[in-house]
């Protein structure tokens, strides 16, 4: 029963760390995530929105380092998605090395 479920269980795991991600900056750019001495993204991007016009580079590289990092895991569950198709079913591999 495991090798039928590995798959499907790995790209859940993926994208609920991305959403994890996202929810963690969200709630701490509100104020309402982690306790202040641990930094997080979102925190920065919120104590740095006060000098945008001076300084940008401060919120955009929080923002960017959210994005890669959501973009990352989205794809890898997009390429183990596909590659389970491909290879993930055992009936399709049995069939494939029978030919």
């Known amino acids: 029963m495991l090798p039928n479920v590995a798959p499907t269980l790995i790209v859940i795991a993926a994208l609920s760390t991305s959403g994890t991600i996202l929810l963690d900056a969200g709630l701490s750019f509100l104020g309402i995530g982690v306790p202040p ?3 997080t993204w979102g925190r920065m991007i919120q104590e740095a929105s006060s ?3 001076v300084a940008p580079w401060l919120m955009a590289f929080p923002g960017l380092a959210v994005l890669y990092a959501v973009l990352t895991f989205n794809l890898i569950a997009y390429g183990l998605t596909e590659r389970g198709r491909r290879c993930g ?7 494939h090395q029978r030919s």
């Open 51 to 53: 000098y945008y016009r």
């Open 89 to 95: 079913d055992p009936r399709a591999r049995a069939r």
């Open 37 to 39: 001495p641990t930094p």
